[in-house]
């Protein structure tokens, strides 16, 4: 968790990488809320 401390790193790039996992470990989720939406 501290490795982004020690090599800082933009906000926009961290958000990405962060909904890159996010949205391979959980598009299922994201299509059935898109959905719904």
Same mark, same amino acid.
């Given at each position: 968790? %501290?490795s982004?401390?020690? &090599?800082?790193?933009?906000l *926009? ?7 890159? *996992? *996010?949205?391979?470990? *959980? %598009?299922?989720?994201?299509? %059935?809320l898109?959905?719904? &939406?």
């Amino acid at each position: 968790m %501290s490795s982004w401390i020690a &090599k800082p790193i933009s906000l *926009a790039e961290y958000t990405d990488l962060l909904t890159l *996992a *996010a949205t391979r470990r *959980a %598009s299922p989720i994201f299509r %059935s809320l898109l959905m719904v &939406k």
